[in-house]
């Protein structure tokens, strides 16, 4: 790896390319994993967004999906169908609004999914343990921003595209 020019560690292009060298390993499982269930890499994608906006207490509903993902409504409603064909997703209606419709993964099939992501989990947990507090909070923050920032140059870039077409 290069340094920087002071000495103080990783230029950012190492680091640049430590993050896509993660993002390649992560889309490889995450490939494997819709492999071993049938699942196209937008519909791993698609769990992984139902799944955290059910962990952080805001159900997606599917045009949120669509507009994470950048797909039409036709093709957000195929992929939902075949997800919810596989038991990997149910369509439910929230008390509090029955016009909306709520994205959410059963707890059988989250408990089906464990036994893929629960190796990582255990291996990631033992990779890091001899991190301190202090270094897990710049990785956290690190990871943050990096995500952010993903995110706010993909939705750009969508723009973009769209303008052009």
């Given at each position: 790896m290069t340094r920087d020019t002071d000495g103080g560690g990783p230029t950012d292009r190492d680091l640049s390319r430590l993050l896509q060298n993660l993002t390649v390993e992560s889309d490889?499982?995450?490939?494997?994993?819709?492999?071993?269930?049938?699942l196209h890499r937008t519909d791993v994608n698609a769990l992984v967004l139902i799944m955290e906006a059910a962990r952080i207490g805001e159900p997606l509903s599917p045009s949120a999906l669509a507009k994470e993902l950048g797909l039409s409504p036709s093709a957000t409603t195929a992929l939902v169908d075949r997800l919810e064909a596989l038991g990997h997703v149910e369509r439910t209606r929230?008390?509090?609004?029955?016009?909306?419709?709520?994205?959410?993964?059963?707890?059988?099939?989250?408990?089906?999914?464990r036994h893929l992501f629960a190796p990582l989990a255990v291996a990631f947990s033992g990779a890091w343990t001899g991190f301190t507090a202090e270094e897990r909070e710049v990785v956290r923050r690190f990871l943050t921003v990096s995500t952010e920032t993903m995110r706010a140059v993909s939705a750009e870039v969508r723009g973009r595209d769209r303008r052009r077409r």
């Amino acid at each position: 790896m290069t340094r920087d020019t002071d000495g103080g560690g990783p230029t950012d292009r190492d680091l640049s390319r430590l993050l896509q060298n993660l993002t390649v390993e992560s889309d490889k499982y995450a490939e494997r994993f819709g492999a071993v269930h049938g699942l196209h890499r937008t519909d791993v994608n698609a769990l992984v967004l139902i799944m955290e906006a059910a962990r952080i207490g805001e159900p997606l509903s599917p045009s949120a999906l669509a507009k994470e993902l950048g797909l039409s409504p036709s093709a957000t409603t195929a992929l939902v169908d075949r997800l919810e064909a596989l038991g990997h997703v149910e369509r439910t209606r929230p008390a509090d609004d029955r016009r909306r419709v709520a994205l959410e993964v059963p707890a059988a099939a989250l408990e089906a999914n464990r036994h893929l992501f629960a190796p990582l989990a255990v291996a990631f947990s033992g990779a890091w343990t001899g991190f301190t507090a202090e270094e897990r909070e710049v990785v956290r923050r690190f990871l943050t921003v990096s995500t952010e920032t993903m995110r706010a140059v993909s939705a750009e870039v969508r723009g973009r595209d769209r303008r052009r077409r």
